[in-house]
């Protein structure tokens, strides 16, 4: 049983590194990208312009770019989440 869980959540853990390895460089230069044209250089920076108000001329984009976000960091974690596209 302890033997066959561990198995199975190193075997879950080597996915996903093996995801990130595929997918992180690309996923992060188009994270980097999405942030610049929010004028943002971290993920703290776009947060506090959508809590106080400041992208509201531009929220699709943002809705747009932050489920896109979501979408890329779950195809790392646990595609299984991820509805057929």
Known sequence: GRLQFHT?????VLAMV???????????E???TGLA???CSSEAE???KIRTGALLS???EVEEFVMNS??????V?????????
């Open 58 to 60: 531009q929220e699709a």
């Open 46 to 48: 776009l947060a506090e």
């Open 8 to 12: 199975r959540v190193a075997m879950n």
């Open 30 to 32: 188009n994270y980097a």
């Open 77 to 85: 974690a646990n595609p299984k989440y991820l509805r057929d596209e």
């Open 18 to 28: 093996e995801r990130e390895l595929e997918l992180g460089e690309v996923q992060n």
């Open 37 to 39: 044209a929010f004028q």
């Open 70 to 75: 979501v979408i890329e960091k779950l195809r």
